[in-house]
């Protein structure tokens, strides 16, 4: 090949560790004796220019087919790409079916449409820079807490507690071939995790911070544009800890630099996704709620409205709506919790956190009143040996997102979405 070093766009694909170009064909177009095919591998939003004479046309050239391409790679004469490959054979991989693939050449189909083909929508340019910015995000948080010395631990999905205290639980059973019984597999009943909070709590209480980012459950029977049953939170838990302003620091710092990093790594990504922003989704509310109720999504999008489209950290939460690991702010008139959640401008809530009750007979009385005092001896005992005050917060990784991007329907920001009654493939 005869390209220079600084021909990224659009030779992604050539300079990776493959003999040929390979991938999907995005569009296909005949021109004075001239073919112009762009192949596309994922890599990145930029498809590379394939040039070829008219010999090569056929049939099975078309929008979808994947194709492997040899020749020479050369300086570019148009001013859209860098490069572009003068084509020396190609070979169809796979044909694709062009009246029955459900994605026409040239149309921008609707995310609502493309949701129809869990599958496919992968091959599109919208949820192709989607994904990819999931990628890098996910990279970013990854760095960020590595960065400040956090150390990553692995929680388990299977729990027999509910952290929220929610009874938003997914139950699992072996199925009904095992032989061993469903009860007497763990002897407990056990759920999918709703949180990886507690696990964290006996790992900051070894490591002083700690973070853990994977799937959580939760059978909220939603259709809403912001939940899922099964979605991907991060979530730090922090040693030594005194204050909520401490703890929204560290939250402020992931959502500030993570956004950063993607913005500075893959705008052209973020840019094509802002061109799928829907306009005028937002709707109005003329009150706030009345203190001791909790806020709903309408609430929350008027407060943010009402502060400037910017994002807003809300604190100390009335004690009766909070679970009971939540600090008790004793002193407080209307008797609160050290609760923060951040609330973001078209998708509400986006973080959740709290200080911890870190104080043994504190703990032991709100466990008495929730009927939890025996599930939860270890995590009493967390508070017997060496007890510290500490606190941290969940993120919603998909909130993020769609946050970040713009995108108003959770179920597009993540690869296979589940929600109720809906676990295509
Ligand atoms: O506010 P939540 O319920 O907080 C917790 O689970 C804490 N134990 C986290 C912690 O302190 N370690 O959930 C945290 C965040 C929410 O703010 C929201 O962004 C997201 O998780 N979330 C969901 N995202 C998608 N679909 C759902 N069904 C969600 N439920 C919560
Ligand atoms: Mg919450």
């Known amino acids: 090949s005869n390209c220079s070093e600084n021909c990224s766009y659009g030779a992604l694909m050539v300079q990776k560790m493959r003999k040929e170009p390979q991938g999907w064909i995005r569009s296909v177009r005949s021109q004075k004796e001239v073919l112009f095919l762009h192949v596309n591998d994922g890599s990145s939003l930029e498809s590379l220019q394939v040039v070829a004479d008219s010999s090569f046309v056929s ?18 004469l148009s001013k859209r790409q860098n490069v572009e490959l003068k084509a020396e054979k190609i070979e169809v991989v796979g044909n694709c079916d062009a009246k029955a693939f459900p994605f026409k050449y040239k149309e921008r189909h609707p995310l609502e449409y493309l949701r129809q083909y869990p599958h496919l929508r992968c091959r599109t340019n919208v949820l192709g820079s989607i994904l990819r910015v999931r990628s890098e995000a996910t990279a970013a948080i990854h760095s960020f807490f590595k960065d400040r010395g956090f ?16 009874g938003e639980l997914f139950q699992v059973k072996p199925s009904s071939k095992i032989k061993v019984s469903e009860e007497n597999f763990f002897n407990v009943p056990v759920f999918l995790t709703v949180s ?35 979605f991907y939170m991060v979530e730090a838990e922090i040693s030594f800890l005194e204050s909520l302003q401490d703890l929204m620091q560290v939250m402020e710092g992931l959502f500030k630099t993570t956004t950063m990093t993607v913005l500075s790594n893959c705008p052209e990504d973020v840019e094509l996704c802002h061109k799928f922003i829907a306009p005028g989704q937002k709707d109005r509310l003329e009150q706030l709620s009345n203190w001791g109720a909790d806020l709903h999504t309408e609430h929350e999008k008027y ?22 690991y939540m600090r008790d ?31 043994y007979h504190f703990l032991e009385q709100r466990l008495a009143r929730s009927g939890l005092t025996e599930a939860y001896q270890w995590y009493l005992d967390l508070r017997r040996f060496g007890s510290v005050p500490h606190g941290g917060f969940g993120m919603g990784f998909e909130r993020y997102l769609q946050c970040i991007l713009g995108i108003d329907n959770i179920k597009d920001v993540i690869p296979l979405p589940r929600f109720t009654h809906s676990c295509l493939l």
């Open 59 to 76: 049939r099975e050239l078309a929008f979808g087919s994947s194709v492997e391409v040899q020749g020479q790679l050369v300086k570019s």
């Open 151 to 166: 150390v990553h631990i692995h929680t388990p999905v299977i729990t027999s507690n509910d952290c929220e205290g929610a």
């Open 196 to 230: 990886g909070q507690l696990h964290l709590e006996v790992m900051s209480g070894a490591f002083t911070q700690v973070f853990t980012f994977g799937p959580t459950f939760r059978a909220e029977n939603s259709q809403s544009r912001r939940h899922l049953a099964e």
């Open 303 to 324: 407060l943010v409205r009402h502060c400037g489209d910017v994002p807003v950290f809300v604190i100390n939460y009335p004690l009766a709506l909070k679970p009971f």
């Open 329 to 359: 702010n004793e002193d407080s008139p209307q008797h609160t919790v050290a609760a923060v959640d951040l609330l973001v401008p078209g998708v509400g809530e986006l973080f959740g956190g709290s200080l911890r009750e870190e104080r």
